[in-house]
């Protein structure tokens, strides 16, 4: 009985022996993980603690890179970053709106958008926006007239940008016209050490110069502008410069820049134009005339012969005025469009028979003149000769058909009256050229005569063979 029960004793033994060792190995593994986990997890958190800075110190840094917003970390660094950009994004929504609505013409809504865009972002932190908007406000209230203004914001815009160009060149020319000379010429001259080529900065400085009677300094400055520079660009440049004074009221400086763009290239009948515009402005149609005739002379603009014939109206004698057309006239005596403008002016003061002689003129020396044709014809007409006046319109008419716009085929010169992406007769694509009638009539001619020689040739060629066919032996 004793040795029984020491028997199950040490089976009870073995079995509790067995289950604690199953217990301990299903547990320890874990455990084991689990000690290692609590051993690493400084490490972890050390870890997260450093993507999480590295995250907010991306979003508080301005960088071009875009901000990675992955994980837990990078939403955090993404709304930080959208709560501080808040108001630089407004600004940036702002400027965009202003600088469409400035090109497209509206200057109302760029002038509010541009303030606002300068609002959102009060700490400036995007400064060449500001630059941007200062210059553009300047420029809507040197429109509107409001110089002071606009000093202010070009001010502020080398307060931001001090190497800004324009800035510095708008500034000084806000001096200038506010009648600040020696700040005026502070200013253009740093606009000169920042660029020295600049030509309209050279200008400003010339017309500042001529202003304040500093004969010697204004040579200077003139000099300095025409060297290195071809007659064109010169002309070009006082001429817009011209023009931004008579914008602007100021005929003095205007008439200088025309006389002198004149000057540098005569050739230009535009500046004539420009010229003579100022000066009737000026209540002086008669120096008017005789500058819109010097360009007349010079080479024939309708719009100048309008000017002419219009002011004429208006003065007591246009004698000189004819005079002077006939002077052009006879500079360009194959031109019949002079002959038209003095027929015109000779009617208007009743010299009918003499404007008629220069009225037929016209038609032989310019039959395309449908203008010449057509008050010819009404001339004749008036006076009861049908026959004339019937030839003359007829012949206008031709002339109005000769320059009838019309498709010709490059390869073989089918004609059209509207343009097709393929020949019919040749079978050919793209050839058709944009030419007037008369022109494709003239260039046509020469392929006939080349069609009529080769049908010509290719019916001898058919006769021929007939012939000699009809002399072969038969095959049968």
Known sequence: MRENMSLLADILTLLGAFFLGYIAGSIFPPLRRLLASLLRAPGEFTRGAK??????????KPSEDPLDRSGISGALAGAVSDVLTLRARHAEASFRKGMTAFDQGEYDLARREFSRA????????????????????????????????????????????????????????????????GPAIFQFQRALELDPSDLDTHYYLYAIYRQAAMEREALEQLRILKAGEDAQTLARLFAHHGEDNLRLAHYTEASNDYELALQIDPAQGSLYMALGDLQYLQQQPRTALETWCRGLYTGYLDALAERVLSAAREVEDAWPVIQLVRDCAGQHPRDGKYDLLLSRLLRQVGEEAAGTRHLERAVELCPQLLDAQQELGDLYARLGREAEASATYHNGLKAALAQETTYRCRVCGYLTQEEQPRCFRCNRWGTFEHVSRAEAHARNAPVHNLLER????????????SRVAGQLPSGD
Request: glycine share 6%; net charge positive.
């Open 51 to 60: 993507n999480v800075g590295e995250r907010l110190r991306q979003a508080f």
């Open 118 to 181: 300068i609002l959102w972002d009060s700490k400036r932190e995007l400064k060449p926006m500001h630059v941007l908007a200062h210059l553009r406000l300047g420029w809507l209230d040197e429109e509107r007239g409001a110089l002071r203004e606009a000093r202010e914001h070009y001010q502020e815009a080398m307060r931001l940008d001090a190497e800004n160009l324009t800035a510095t060149v708008r500034l000084g020319m806000m001096c200038f016209r506010l009648g600040e000379t």
């Open 454 to 465: 080769a049908s010509a040739v290719r019916a001898s060629l058919s006769t021929f063979w």
